[in-house]
């Protein structure tokens, strides 16, 4: 893997990580209003999509008729004045997460993560196929792996949003 978007992937989740390591359990599954994630189920969404992301990842490299496509500014998902919702299969539990058991998630995901692109023989022929992405549309496999760091930016942003409330 590109030691550059490693060092992203480590950095963000480092900083992610920061921002909720402190609260206490009660704060992390705060909401700030009945429609609003918590803290917790942010990061739960995160696990969700890391783990999704190698799915598609897979399946995208598995297509024949996979072609490559134009880079996009993947760096607008970053962007939190235009608000998405999240697919149905990566909305979080509901559930009461504690700060350990989602830290342990996250290391979880991510060691999924780095393996799987570890196991990519070629690295390059990610830029070579792409894979429809809900929001940019026809995005090349390799800027879904950076796609990653940025989702997780977006949210640390939301979390320092809902920090606020709590």
Not at 12 to 40: H, Y
Not at 55 to 78: C, P
Request: net charge negative; with cysteine; proline share 4%.
């Amino acid at each position: 893997m590109n030691q550059l978007i490693n060092d992203h992937l480590c950095e963000t989740r480092n900083i992610l990580v920061e921002e909720f390591k402190s609260l206490s359990d009660t704060q992390f599954n705060a909401k700030p209003d009945a429609n609003s994630w918590s803290i917790a189920q942010v990061c739960h969404h995160l696990t969700l999509t890391e783990e999704s992301f190698i799915r598609l990842i897979a399946w995208g490299l598995k297509q024949e008729d996979s072609k490559q496509t134009e880079r996009k500014n993947i760096h607008l998902i970053a962007d939190r004045t235009t608000k998405v919702p999240a697919p149905e299969i990566l909305e979080p539990a509901k559930d009461f997460f504690t700060v350990q058991h989602i830290i342990e998630l996250l290391d979880d995901s991510r060691g999924k993560f780095i393996a799987f692109l570890d196991t990519i023989e070629n690295p390059s022929i990610l830029a070579e196929k792409s894979f429809k992405h809900p929001v940019l549309g026809e995005l090349p496999l390799d800027q879904w792996v950076e796609l990653v760091y940025i989702h997780e930016q977006r949210h640390i942003g939301q979390i320092k949003e809902i920090k606020a409330f709590i």
